[in-house]
């Protein structure tokens, strides 16, 4: 009987990286797209009394809230609500950065041996 090589995992190598970079970049989506959508509420002077709107409006709150006050907002209803803007931006940067960092540190290190 002749040694046959069988192999286990049916995972190609980097799947691991690949999946969790995966999630990452879908779990931040889904917080610039109801960011987004928070914006544009805003921008089109939505019905805050309204269940969805409300629902958009609170639960995205708390990723606006450290952004408020950073630039003025003119008096009376916001028409362009400038902290979303700016949680939108962080949360792109937010996600390019950890896709990155989960990539260096689990990526296949290549180089010379000593």
């Known amino acids: 009987m002749t040694g046959t090589n069988v192999n286990v995992s049916t995972e ?3 799947t691991s990286i ?3 970079t995966r999630v990452i970049v879908l779990v931040f989506t889904v917080l610039e797209v109801l960011l987004l ?3 544009t ?3 089109l002077g939505a019905n805050a009394e309204q269940a969805l709107v409300s629902a958009i409006y ?3 709150e708390p990723l606006v809230a450290p952004f408020r006050g950073i630039f003025a907002q003119p008096a009376g209803t ?3 609500e400038i902290a979303s803007l700016l949680s939108i931006i962080f949360f792109v940067l937010l996600a390019a950065l950890i896709v990155a960092i989960v990539r260096a540190v689990t ?3 290549t180089g010379t041996t000593a």
């Open 58 to 60: 609170a639960i995205t």
């Open 107 to 109: 990526g296949k290190r």
């Open 78 to 80: 916001p028409v362009v």
């Open 12 to 14: 190609p190598a980097g």
């Open 18 to 20: 690949w999946t969790a």
């Open 37 to 39: 959508i928070r914006f």
């Open 41 to 43: 509420l805003k921008l």
